[in-house]
C-alpha cells in the first residue's frame, strides 16, 4: 500500500502548473494572424472550392449565353429582316393559337436586332418551392406574323446552365448554398490577398512565375499569379452574386447606407374603360417620355385595373437589360410612375450596377472578356491548390516519421 505525501503531491502540482502554462503560452505565441489566415483560406477552398468552380465555369458560359442561345436556335430566334412590321395585335393573337398555355401572355420581348425575332411569354404555375412560376416561351416573325416556334424557357440549354449557375438546379437549397459561397468567396480573395502580399518588397517575384523552376514551385506560383491577377474582378462577382441569391440580405445593408427603393408592383390604371388602347399607342407613348430609349419589353395588364409597364435601355445606361420603366393607364395611355436610372440615389444606382458588375458589361466587351476568362480561374485555383496542400502533408507526414525514427 503506497502513501501520498500530500506536501510532496502539492508541492508537484506547484511546479507543473508553470510548466503547463508556459507550453501554452508558447504554442499561443506560435499562432500568428498569417497562420489563422492560411487555415480558413485552406477550408473554405476545400468546403466549397467545387462549388466556386461549377460557379465560375458557368458564368463564362452565360457571359455570352443569350448570344449562344440564338446560335443554338437560330430556327426560331432569327428572321429575315423586312421592311414593315406586322402589328402587335395580330402577332400576340398567333402566340396565342400556338401557346399551349392557354391563359393571357405576360409580357412581349422586342427584337433588339432587326433579325431577332419577336418573343411572346406565358407564365407557367409552378407548385414546387422557390420561384411559383417560369415562362413558356413563342417566338413570331414580326414581318409576317408566322410563329417560328415554341419552347419552355426551362428546356433551353442557357437556362439550364443560368440554374445550375445560381441554385445547382436545387431550390431553396441550392440558391442558399451558392449564395454562402459567393459570400466566402470574398473572403477566400481577401484573405489571398493577405497571404500572397510579398513581405519582403519583392513585388516582380510575387507577380511572375520562376522559369526552371520544380513543378512543386510551379505549382504554387501558379496559384499565386493566378489568384492575384483574378482577384479584383472575382470580388466584384462574388459580391453580386450574393446579392443575386440573398437580396433581402444585401439590400437593407446597402439602405444603411443609402435609400433603396422597391421597384413598384401592381400599379392601377386611373382610367374607366372597357378596351385597352392598342400596343402601339402605348409604346408609342413610353417612346415619347425617353426618346432615345431602346424598347426592349411590354408587359401586359393583369386584369382590368391593371396597366401596362414598358421597360427599355437607355444611351447611358452601363446594362444590356435597361432599367428604366414606365407604367402606363391601359384605358388612356398616361404615365403613371416612371423608373428612371439617371434619377437613382445612390443605394439604387449601386443596386443597379450588380447585374453589369457579374457579367462584366460595366466596362463593355473588355469587361465581358475579363469576366469570361476569370471564370476558368476557380477550377484553376481548386485544383493547384489541392495539389500544394497534399503536397504539404506528406512533407509534413515524412519530417514527423523521421522525427519518431530518430526518438526510437
Known sequence: ??????????????????????RRLEWLRKITLRKVLLKLHLYISLWLGLFLAIAGLTGSILVYGEEIDHWLNSDILAVEAGSSLQPLQNILATADQVSPIKHPAHHIQLPKHPDEALIVRYQVPHDGPGHNHHFHEVMVNPYNGQALGHRD??????????????????DPFGKWLMGITALLTLVLTITGIYLWWPKTGKWLQALVIKRNASFTRFN?????TVGIYTAVVLFAVSLSGFYFNFPDV?????????????????????????????????????????????LQRLYLPA??????????????????????????????????????????????????IQLPLHNGEILGTPGQIA?????????????TGIIHWLKKRASRRIHHQRLSAKTQ
Not at 500500500?1 to 508556459?22: G, L, Q, W, Y
Not at 504554387?220 to 499565386?224: Q, R
Open 153 to 170: 424557357r426551362n428546356d433551353s440549354l442557357i437556362n439550364f446552365i443560368l440554374r445550375l449557375h445560381y441554385k445547382l438546379l436545387v
Open 371 to 383: 469576366v469570361l476568362i476569370v471564370g476558368f480561374a476557380p477550377l484553376a485555383l481548386l485544383i
Open 250 to 294: 444585401f439590400k437593407p445593408a446597402v439602405n444603411v447606407f443609402s435609400s433603396v427603393h422597391e421597384v413598384p408592383r401592381a400599379v392601377k390604371s386611373k382610367a374607366i374603360g372597357t378596351e385597352a388602347l392598342a400596343y402601339e399607342t402605348i409604346l408609342s407613348n413610353a417612346q415619347r417620355r425617353f426618346p432615345e430609349m431602346q
Open 220 to 224: 504554387f506560383d501558379l496559384h499565386k
Open 303 to 352: 386584369d382590368a385595373h391593371g396597366s401596362f409597364m414598358v421597360s427599355g435601355k437607355q444611351p447611358n445606361e452601363t446594362r444590356s437589360k435597361g432599367a428604366t420603366m414606365l407604367w402606363l393607364d391601359q384605358y388612356n395611355g398616361e404615365i403613371l410612375t416612371v423608373r428612371d436610372p439617371n434619377q437613382f440615389a445612390a443605394g439604387d444606382a449601386f443596386i443597379n
Open 1 to 22: 500500500m503506497s502513501v501520498i505525501d500530500p506536501f510532496t503531491a502539492k508541492e508537484n502540482s506547484i511546479v507543473h502548473r508553470p510548466v503547463a502554462s508556459a
